[in-house]
């Protein structure tokens, strides 16, 4: 072998580095998801959430493909074309038919992802027909919601603030001495992933969320939903979800809002549409105003009618 060339050994622990980055970057990847070998986004429970999964899939699909093409040209040229020390360099002008070609094949993919990311922007932020509105504001640290209407009739004294469990509570200050292994629901850990009050919606129903914040910026994410949306002091964000399927579907804050940032989990518990009516019945009927009570009765004074004077 030539001095100038790689030797054996040489590729091969290129080759072990490349699969232990690889193995690590994927690692990283199923520990950002509590589901187990989870490499991808999650496909959601939505009827939007099938979009940005799919988009994500195209984005990388294409990147794949772009950097199997340049490291595999990068690749040819080490190995293929490398020569000893002292050779010449070859002398050879620019190929104008592959400029026109790797300029216009970056521009028309480029084109072709903003084309398919703003249709789905538009899509996600597109209310109208929704049947239900529920209103969400972030405080520090704990979110509250409000019912404001449901299929056209609005909805009256239904609203409550949903904050992290009493037990990861209890768990997480310093020197308790529980075991955050232990915080479960029906067998799941949920350490720092409940909350007292979740949210309760109806599967099957376009719901329009109005999401606003009464201190400083927070971020309402499921991303079983698909989306997450900024809560900002003075500007009320909208978007809409569809939940197809009945479930426990939990999320975070996903905007760095203070020392307790990490503690404000947020839980939407999406019921059949029956379940849901009865649930809010009761909430209605239980949050209801009290009757006044009747005023006692009280003798009036009479006076004696009185004549013209004359």
């Known amino acids: 072998m030539t001095s100038g060339g790689i030797k054996p050994h040489g590729i091969k622990r290129a080759v072990l580095s490349g699969l ?12 950002a998801n509590p589901k187990p070998w989870q490499l991808n986004m999650t496909r959601g429970a ?18 794949v493909g772009i950097g199997i093409l340049v490291f595999g040209a990068m690749f040819i040229a080490m190995f293929r074309f490398r020569k000893s020390r002292g050779a010449v360099a070859e002398k050879w002008t620019h190929n104008t038919m592959l400029e026109v070609v790797w300029t216009t094949v970056p521009v028309i993919i480029l084109i072709t992802l903003a084309y398919l990311a ?16 529920v209103k969400v504001t972030g405080y520090q640290w704990k979110w509250r919601y409000d019912y404001v209407d449901y ?29 955050p292994n ?9 350490y720092l992933l409940n909350v007292d009050k979740p949210l ?6 376009k719901i329009r969320f109005v999401i606003t914040a009464g201190d400083v910026i927070h971020s309402w994410w499921v991303p079983a939903l698909g989306w997450k949306m900024d809560a900002i002091p003075g500007i009320v964000n909208a978007a809409w979800t569809n939940i197809e ?4 579907y939990r999320g975070q804050c996903a905007e760095l809002c203070g020392q307790d940032h990490g503690f404000m989990p947020i839980v939407v518990k999406a019921v ?18 009290k009757p006044a009570a009747a005023a006692p009765a009280t003798a009036q004074a009479t006076t004696p009618a009185q004549g013209n004077q004359g």
């Open 151 to 179: 299929k056209g009739k609005p909805i009256d004294h239904v609203g409550f603030m949903s904050k992290l469990d009493r037990l990861s509570d209890e768990t997480r200050q310093l020197d308790s001495g529980m075991d």
């Open 20 to 31: 232990g980055g690889a193995l690590a970057l994927f690692g990283g990847s199923a520990m």
């Open 200 to 205: 309760v919606v109806p599967v099957g129903t």
């Open 245 to 248: 399927k009945p479930g426990v």
């Open 272 to 289: 059949p549409e029956a379940e849901f009516e009865q649930w809010l019945a009761q909430q209605q009927a239980a949050n209801a105003p």
């Open 118 to 133: 703003t249709g789905g922007l538009t899509s996600f932020a597109n209310t109208t027909g929704s049947q239900m509105t």
């Open 182 to 190: 232990a915080v479960q629901t029906d067998g799941e850990n949920t």
């Open 46 to 63: 939505s009827e939007w959430s099938s979009v940005p999964y799919h988009l994500n899939n195209i984005a990388l699909g294409v990147c």
